[in-house]
């Protein structure tokens, strides 16, 4: 008892086959990630004596730890394994191969002009303002309130005359 007219839906109007689509998917979630943890890539250890020093990844020892370089002339960080979770990494990336000496990490860092590129980053940039702020005394503090003080009354006067 159908009525006259009535179609059925067709089942999925797509003219790709299954296996184009699962690769067309799969390509389209692997390109939101960037950051890989792999050799050479940069990384900002967040946890531990060296806490705000920049690092290196040399090799990977298993899925929760890696070894990491400095090298210690650049960032004061000598090398060591370190667990995973305390690293943030960074955009950055050596053309080194895996387990890498010093020397050959700090001609690679130097010729990629890396570390100048991360302390160009607005991240580098913040970090480093937080780190100035924490070593204000309380003198510089009071100067730095009164001035922004003074800043804002010059705008609220500039402002009022418009």
Request: aromatic share 6%; proline share 5%.
């Amino acid at each position: 008892l159908k009525p006259s007219g009535f179609k059925l839906p067709e089942p999925f109007p797509c003219k790709l086959q299954s296996s184009t689509l699962l690769s067309a998917l799969s390509l389209s979630i692997m390109s939101i990630f960037k950051r890989f943890v792999e050799p050479g890539r940069l990384a900002l250890i967040t946890y531990g004596p060296c806490a705000g020093k920049m690092c290196t990844i040399i090799d990977i020892v298993d899925q929760g730890r890696v070894v990491v370089d400095g090298p210690e002339s650049l960032t004061g960080v000598r090398r060591h394994m370190m667990p995973i979770k305390r690293l943030s990494l960074t955009d950055f990336k050596a053309d080194i191969s895996r387990g890498a000496r010093e020397k050959i990490l700090k001609q690679a860092l130097e010729k990629g002009d890396i570390v100048a590129k991360w302390q160009a980053t607005s991240w580098a940039k913040k970090l480093k303002a937080r780190e100035t702020r924490a070593n204000m005394s309380d003198f510089e503090r009071f100067t730095l309130m009164m001035a922004k003080k003074k800043r804002s009354k010059v705008i609220r006067a500039a402002l009022k005359k418009k």
